[in-house]
């Protein structure tokens, strides 16, 4: 007995030195300010000398105001907050652009620089408030960046609260690695339709959840002068850790720390060990966490026993087992079982007995979450058109019996739960992601964007134009989920992205020549040709461009994306809708007369294939106002014979020359302001495919001047400046967000 009770009291000995509890860990190097008002100042940050690592970690204690307040630098960038996981938060202010009734203008464009850090492209947005307004923020990353939106409304009473899809407000992301940026406002009619509601543009950057838009906030009341907080990251050096580590002097991280690269793998930070805590760029900065205090990770019959970065649950002298709360617990060994009390077994029956009673409660309970499911589904059946999906196809002929119905579950696996890496795409109509089902085959599955009732229809739509085409050169539907609370399309995977990446991403790496782009458009038009003659019911694609045709990896061109389409009965020659497009490509004609018509395609049409010949964007607010509207400004060079000076010189040659000639002819023909006066799709189709088949006929020289006397896209442009009279319109895909590019980033 003498010697356990000396292993028991040595054993409480060890215990009571090993949990002594430690001080707080340093945050500030010895003799340095460890704050500034309510702001910690951890190291490698520092008030001047050697409390900070580097100059641009240098931070300035404004001691007249109270309390004081923390600034970057010497600059009057204000700090609240500095993390040691890599971010600091910073005020940032707002940019704005007032106009009166007599057309005054006051404005304030907004710059700011950072020598080091960079803003954080996942924590904040690019916000810009207006009726009559487009914002663009710009900056150098390595070499020039700049991007923007767009944001229109005709009353306040258009907008939404809580919405910033471009009606009366728009948002965007801020690029990865940004250091500096310059927002600049700009007003297309000086704000003369919606003064005295909305005087003023307003456009800043701010981090992600620190604003919400509210419809107030269009009249602008004490915007001027409001601050947002901006997230920075932050990191140590320009070398990765090997190399860093290297560098034994100035390496940062101190002893208990891991070293990490950021993601750029330019610069470093440092993290405590798990089981650590505090300042791992301070020697000693990093101390054990005394789990036994802090969490109390052992049952009831075990001693907990603090060790450096971990802990032990040790079990009473002549038990066994693991001690830890999650563990088997501590028990007599085998040998003194058999003289255990009854009551002990009396005691174990119990627990066995609760122990089932609790699972039975578990089981009852999991039987009645499932049901409660199944009902939910059933529900969100029948509020994503359900029953009226299933009424369509079976009263309409010609359409397609293999269109599958996805249970949720083999969606969420298919996605890893759609998980943000296996997003393809954005836009107005939804969110698309690249699955893979149980049988291996990829998909793309394209999640809606629906927030009432009265979107149900255009959804349905969707899958009822589809469920008809059968095209090689239009993207295949293969099912549909309307179990979930937003429904979802299941469409065959295209490997080889967007025309539009090909067309204007810098970062492929080759340009398309002149034969591929002459056959994409052919494949494009006979799509479209298809859709408009041969299928069961005329369908109007409504949003044809770039982005929404898709290659394969043999450059075969598929038309996606038929949200916003239109099913034409073959007695009705155009129907009525709200006008539905993206600028640059909407048909002017429907743009004023709200009628659609086949021709609306062939305008949009008209447009790709002037993108193709030229390699330009259809808008850039980059270019000059002349130049901005792709479509205008081609049309203005074909009537001044001076075509040769928009074509893409990287296709131009003289073997080509007289076809990029009559293409440009036929795109012209296209873009007519009068829809009467366009060729069906049946016959661009034809014309393409008969320049493709022979690329070598010696065409006769023909002259480029046209027909038209006047293009009323200078009016449509002017349309936008005066503000668009009908509450009838809504310029669906037009009020979403739009990239702003500098020409010489093609």
Not at 472 to 483: D, Y
Not at 541 to 570: E, M, Q
Not at 578 to 588: A, E, H, K, N, R
Not at 617 to 622: A, D, E, H, L, T
Request: aromatic share 8%; glycine share 8%; with cysteine.
């Amino acid at each position: 007995m003498g010697l356990i009770r000396s292993v028991v009291l040595l054993q409480v000995i060890i215990i009571i030195l090993l949990t002594a509890k430690a001080s707080t860990p340093p945050m500030a190097k010895p003799g340095c300010r460890s704050g500034c008002g309510d702001v910690i100042i951890p190291y490698p940050f520092g008030t001047g000398g050697d409390c900070n690592i580097t100059e641009e970690f240098f931070i300035t204690c404004n001691t007249s105001f109270t309390p004081n307040k923390p600034f970057l630098t010497n600059s009057n960038i204000e700090v609240l907050d500095i993390s040691l996981d890599g971010q600091l938060r910073i005020l940032g202010s707002t940019s704005h652009d007032c106009y009166n009734a007599s057309g005054y203008r006051e404005w304030f464009d907004l710059w700011l620089q950072l020598s080091e850090f960079s803003i954080s492209s996942n924590k904040n947005k690019f916000t810009a408030i207006g009726c009559d307004t487009y914002a663009r923020v710009e900056g150098f990353l390595g070499q020039r960046y700049a991007t923007g939106c767009l944001s229109l409304c005709n009353n306040i009473t258009d907008v939404s609260n809580g919405s910033c899809s471009g009606i009366g407000c728009c948002q965007t992301s801020i690029p990865k690695g940004v250091r500096s940026y310059n927002i600049t406002l700009e007003s297309y009619d000086s704000h003369v339709a919606v003064l005295p509601e909305n005087p003023c543009s307003f456009a800043f950057v701010a981090e992600n959840d620190n604003y919400t838009f509210s419809s107030s906030d269009i009249r602008g009341f004490g915007f001027r002068d409001r601050m947002f907080p901006i997230t920075l990251d932050w990191k140590i050096g320009i070398t990765s850790c090997n190399e860093a580590k290297s560098d034994t002097t100035n390496f940062a991280c101190k002893e208990n720390s891991n070293c990490v690269d950021s993601e750029s793998n330019s610069g470093y930070f440092c993290k405590c060990f798990e089981g650590y805590e505090g300042n791992p760029y301070l020697s000693g900065g990093c101390q054990d966490i005394n789990e036994c205090e802090t969490t109390d990770p052992c049952n009831a019959t075990a001693t907990c026993l603090n060790l450096p970065g971990t802990y032990n649950c040790s079990c009473p002298v002549g038990y066994e087992g693991d001690g830890r709360k999650t563990g088997t617990g501590c028990s007599l060994p085998d040998t003194n079982r058999s003289n255990r009390s009854p009551l002990i077994d009396v005691a174990l029956g119990t627990s066995i007995g609760f122990l089932g009673l609790i699972l039975g409660i578990l089981l009852l309970y999991w039987m009645l979450r499932q049901r409660k499911i199944n009902k939910l589904r059933e529900e969100y059946f029948q509020q994503n058109g359900g029953i009226l999906l299933r009424d369509q196809l079976s009263t309409r002929q010609g359409y397609r019996e293999d269109v599958k119905i996805f249970a949720a579950e083999e969606l969420e696996n298919a996605t890893n739960n759609y998980h943000e890496s296996r997003i393809l795409g954005q836009g107005g109509q939804g969110t698309v992601y690249k699955g893979t089902l149980a049988d291996n085959r990829v998909v793309a599955i394209k999640k809606s964007i629906i927030g009432d009732p009265s979107q149900v229809e255009q959804f349905i739509n969707e899958i009822m134009v589809l469920c008809q085409v059968n095209h090689r050169n239009v993207v295949k539907l293969l099912g549909c989920c309307l179990e979930t609370q937003v429904p979802l399309l299941v469409y065959e995977y295209i490997t080889n992205g967007t025309l539009f990446h090909h067309l204007h991403n810098e970062d492929v790496a080759s340009y398309l020549p002149w034969d591929t782009r002459l056959r994409i458009a052919t494949e494009t038009a006979e799509a479209l040709a298809y859709l408009h003659s041969a299928a069961s019911v005329p369908i109007v694609h409504r949003d044809i461009k770039l982005a929404n045709i898709l290659l394969d990896d043999n450059y075969t061109a598929k038309v996606s994306d038929f949200g916003a389409s239109r099913l034409i009965p073959s007695d009705e020659a155009q129907i009525t809708t709200i006008v539905q497009g993206t600028f640059g490509y909407l048909d002017p004609e429907y743009m004023h007369t709200s009628l659609l018509t086949e021709k609306s395609d062939v305008y949009s049409f008209g447009v790709v294939l002037i993108e193709l010949l030229t390699g330009q964007k259809v808008v850039c607010f980059k270019r000059s106002e002349e130049k901005r509207v792709l479509a205008m400004y081609f049309v203005s060079l074909m009537k001044e014979d001076r075509l040769l000076e928009i074509l893409d010189p990287r296709v131009v040659n003289d073997g080509n020359v007289e076809q990029l000639k009559e293409v440009a002819a036929l795109a012209r023909r296209c873009v007519r302001v009068k829809g009467e006066e366009r060729p069906t799709m049946k016959e661009v189709a034809h014309e393409l495919a008969g320049m493709q088949a022979m690329p070598k006929h010696p065409w006769s020289g023909s002259k480029l001047v046209g027909e038209e006397a006047e293009y009323l896209l200078g009016d449509l442009i002017n349309t936008y400046n005066d503000g668009a009279t009908s509450s009838s319109m809504g310029y669906d895909s037009i009020n979403n967000k739009i990239t702003f590019e500098l020409d010489g980033a093609r």
